[in-house]
């Protein structure tokens, strides 16, 4: 069992910049591939980002990528997403989850939700124009 808490949400302005937390707790958090997801109200769950469990890999959809870094320190048991130049469609309950290694392997990755098995509360970016 994998536990994983966000944090860092919030309300910026368009422009803006904010970096979201994940903290994990259970066991084995290093051997897990760690995504970012979004949801926005009344639209399905979009994957963000994913990321190695050695962080050697990442990968990014294609809306966020260049303004959303991804990242992890396993001594911490957490994994980050910087985000800068937000924008209003941006706003959205941000999820962090854990999935199996090949999620972000050397050749492929997860960006299906259901892959990951593990998945924390989310935490609300909203982004003013």
């Known amino acids: 069992q994998v536990q994983l808490v966000e944090s860092g949400g919030g309300l910026v302005q368009a422009g803006g910049s904010l970096t979201l937390s994940c903290a994990a707790s259970?066991?084995?958090?290093?051997?897990?591939?760690m995504g970012w997801f979004r949801q926005a109200p009344g639209k399905e769950r979009d994957f963000i980002a994913t990321i190695s469990w050695a962080g050697g890999s990442t990968y990014y959809a294609d809306s966020p990528k260049g303004r959303f870094t991804i990242s992890r320190d396993n001594a911490k048991n957490t994994v980050y997403l910087q985000m800068n130049s937000l924008k209003p469609e941006d706003t959205a309950v941000y999820y962090c989850a854990a999935g199996p290694a090949y999620c972000a392997g050397t050749y492929g990755y997860c960006s299906d939700s259901h892959e990951y098995n593990y998945w924390g509360r989310g935490t609300q970016v909203t982004v003013s124009s």
């Open positions: 259970g066991r084995s958090f290093s051997s897990y591939a």
